[in-house]
């Protein structure tokens, strides 16, 4: 089955990473710091359900083990919650570096997305959002956590649109078994 036909366009998730991400922005302007970026922790741990139930109600195939490339965005979504290994320790020690870890540490696996979808969407996410994320961290040390929360909620907006508006091409790897494949003599 076509990645692109089974997971219609897939924007569940990068909905769902917008809301929480806005929900994180607003909370962190009535919380402290520390407690902002201790929601941050929990919070980004309610992206995956929420985009599935956005998936459900979208038609989407948020998961599966049927098509490789779907497979292959799950390694990448493992890769980057491997990450969770540097963000505690951050949290114990150093706070005020966790939104920069996790807003940039979350958005690594949308360059092999760019790959999958053969559209530099993935790639202008990823890129925008680190420098974006680095600017803001340190022009506004005191708002930190609002500052990236936003700035991740605008590249969200911006990767959206494009994911919404851009021609689907069919992938190399998405052919049909009736495909005929040239063979090495």
Request: proline fraction near 5%; aromatic fraction near 10%.
């Amino acid at each position: 089955m076509d990645f692109e036909a089974s997971t219609n366009r897939s924007v569940s998730m990068p909905i769902a990473g917008a809301f929480v991400w806005l929900v994180i922005a607003i909370l962190s302007t009535q919380l402290s710091e520390k407690m902002g970026v201790l929601i941050l922790l929990f919070a980004s741990g309610t992206i995956f359900p929420i985009a599935l139930a956005i998936s459900w109600v979208r038609g989407e195939v948020l998961v599966s083990s049927q098509n490789p490339l779907a497979k292959l965005m799950g390694y990448c979504v493992l890769m980057v919650n491997l990450l969770w290994a540097v963000h505690i320790p951050l949290f114990m020690y150093a706070p005020e570096f966790v939104p920069l870890s996790v807003g940039i540490g979350m958005g690594l696996h949308w360059i092999v997305y760019s790959w999958i979808v053969q559209h530099p969407v993935g790639l202008i996410h990823s890129l925008l959002r680190t420098l974006l994320i680095v600017g803001v961290w340190f022009l506004f040390p005191e708002q930190r956590l609002l500052t990236v929360s936003l700035v991740i909620v605008f590249v969200y907006s911006i990767s959206i649109f494009q994911m919404l508006t851009r021609p689907i091409k069919k992938h190399i790897t998405n052919r049909s078994k009736s495909t005929p494949q040239s063979s090495v003599v």
